[in-house]
């Protein structure tokens, strides 16, 4: 299979281009599975946009959400896994959630 890479920039405009639902269509793992995401590239995006493009990462490899937020804004259809520590990310895939999750953090989306 010959896959052509769209750069990052390109890939995040589109995925943050629809309406701030999980719904929406490209996540951020269909799109870019086999790219690290910078801070700097998402440094300036909200804290919704944030934590859909974290939390596709996570749908789209099988997770089970627990949360109602996430369930209602992935649904149930595509659990596999109820234990995040069995969800098969490569390590692009698990770097990036992680990169995400610390803008969130510095941004001060994430609770304490």
Request: charged share 20%; aromatic share 8%.
């Amino acid at each position: 299979m010959n896959r052509t890479l769209l750069p990052l920039s390109l890939v995040v405009a589109a995925t943050f281009a629809v309406p701030a639902t999980a719904n929406a269509g490209c996540h951020l793992i269909d799109c870019v599975e086999n790219v690290y995401i910078a801070p700097k590239e998402i440094e300036t995006r909200s804290c919704e946009d944030l934590w859909i493009l974290r939390n596709s990462i996570w749908n789209d490899a099988g997770y089970c959400f627990k949360t109602e937020r996430a369930v209602k804004a992935f649904g149930t259809h595509n659990c596999r896994y109820p234990d995040q520590s069995a969800v098969p990310l490569n390590d692009y895939q698990r770097a990036n959630a992680k990169t995400i999750l610390a803008v969130e953090t510095a941004h001060n989306c994430i609770a304490n």
